[in-house]
């Protein structure tokens, strides 16, 4: 069993940062794939970023890339989003999510259903 729970979300406005964590229980941690995705009202659940077991291999939305940095500390059983120039569109719920199959494909990556855990969500709100 694994559980996630995100902090770090707040309300700031265009151009602003800010920094997710997403903390993990379990002994495995290191093990998983995590991810970030967001959910806008009224919008589906979308897929920001990805980070592989050790860290090396991540992924980005088009929308995010350049802006967002995915990372983990396996030490800590922590996985961070950090979020630069924020824009209002970011404006989200954003949950984290682990992936335990140990499979990867791009398509699969960007798929909710592909992940087994995911937390309860923090609130970013990006003001214009």
């Known amino acids: 069993q694994v559980q996630l729970v995100e902090s770090g979300g707040g309300l700031v406005q265009a151009g602003d940062s800010l920094r997710l964590s997403c903390a993990a229980s379990?002994?495995?941690?290191?093990?998983?794939?995590m991810a970030w995705f967001r959910q806008a009202p009224g919008k589906e659940r979308e897929f920001v970023t990805r980070v592989g077991q050790s860290g090396a291999y991540t992924y980005y939305a088009d929308s995010v890339k350049g802006r967002f940095t995915i990372s983990r500390d396996n030490a800590e059983k922590t996985v961070y989003l950090q979020m630069n120039s924020l824009k209002p569109e970011d404006t989200a719920v954003y949950y984290c999510?682990?992936?335990?199959?140990?499979?990867?494909?791009?398509?699969?990556?960007?798929?909710?259903?592909?992940?087994?855990?995911w937390g309860r969500g923090t609130q970013v709100t990006v003001s214009s």
């Open positions: 999510a682990a992936d335990t199959s140990g499979y990867y494909t791009r398509v699969r990556a960007m798929t909710p259903t592909s992940y087994e855990y």
């Open positions: 379990g002994r495995t941690f290191s093990s998983y794939s």
